[in-house]
């Protein structure tokens, strides 16, 4: 059974910072997509930020380039969601998911639909 269970969401001022950790276990294969989505209310599900654990290729939704490091630490099977700089707008349930990466990606492409195991989220609320 695969299991994913983030944890680090908070309440925090604009400007400051929180690191966001997700716990994987169960995945069949060695090699697969990681990739952490935010749903604020009223918006489309957003990819922030995937990992590729074959090579550590990361990518970035534009909103989160130069601001969110995504990195694993792989003898703890966690990913981490470093947030640094955050915004009003950052505010958002944050969730962490894993799928494959097709085989003619160069990359882990950040759309919710190609991701099938799924926690259930943490949230993280940026408010002066």
């Known amino acids: 059974v695969v299991q994913l269970v983030e944890s680090g969401g908070g309440s925090v001022q604009p400007g400051e910072s929180l690191r966001l950790s997700c716990s994987v276990s169960?995945?069949?294969?060695?090699?697969?997509?990681l990739g952490w989505f935010r749903h604020a209310p009223g918006t489309e599900r957003e990819g922030v930020a995937t990992?590729?654990?074959?090579?550590?290729?990361?990518d970035y939704a534009d909103s989160a380039k130069g601001r969110f490091t995504i990195s694993r630490d792989a003898a703890k099977s966690t990913v981490y969601l470093q947030m640094n700089s955050l915004k009003p707008e950052d505010t958002a349930m944050y969730f962490c998911?894993?799928?494959?990466?097709?085989?003619?990606?160069?990359?882990?492409?950040?759309?919710?639909?190609?991701?099938?195991?799924w926690g259930r989220g943490t949230r993280v609320t940026v408010d002066s």
């Open positions: 998911a894993a799928g494959p990466k097709r085989a003619y990606d160069t990359y882990c492409v950040p759309e919710a639909a190609r991701f099938d195991y």
């Open positions: 169960g995945y069949p294969y060695p090699n697969y997509c």
């Open positions: 990992l590729y654990t074959g090579g550590s290729i990361t």
